[in-house]
């Protein structure tokens, strides 16, 4: 199967930056979409990004397009969030998500989720 576990969370400022790690392992070619989704208290879950192997296409929430940068380095079977200028709003659980099919803002096409990592923007 394939274990994803997320790192980089924390409590930070609004107009902070943060960048979330995800290392994936297990059998590489059934996730070869890998992303982020999150969830707010109260609020349900949220599509954030995700990118393909290559990481050469990628697709982003309007929320955060411009402000997040998603990555990859496939030899360390590692994806990262890199969040700048941080909202309160950003507060969520984040969660790192794997799979091999559409490449979509869809959690179903996702079979692979991590625990999650707590981000926390004071205002």
């Known amino acids: 199967q394939v274990q994803l576990v997320e790192s980089g969370g924390g409590l930070v400022q609004a107009g902070d930056s943060l960048r979330l790690s995800c290392a994936a392992s297990?059998?590489?070619?059934?996730?070869?979409?890998m992303g982020w989704f999150r969830q707010a208290p109260g609020r349900e879950r949220e599509f954030v990004a995700v990118l393909n192997w290559s990481g050469a296409n990628t697709v982003y929430a309007a929320s955060v397009k411009g402000r997040f940068t998603i990555s990859r380095d496939n030899a360390k079977n590692t994806v990262y969030l890199q969040m700048n200028t941080l909202k309160a709003e950003d507060t969520a659980v984040y969660y790192c998500?794997?799979?091999?099919?559409?490449?979509?803002?869809?959690?179903?096409?996702?079979?692979?989720w991590g625990q999650g990592t707590q981000v926390t923007v004071s205002s």
């Open positions: 998500v794997a799979g091999a099919g559409a490449l979509v803002a869809l959690a179903h096409e996702y079979p692979y």
């Open positions: 297990g059998r590489t070619f059934t996730y070869s979409n």
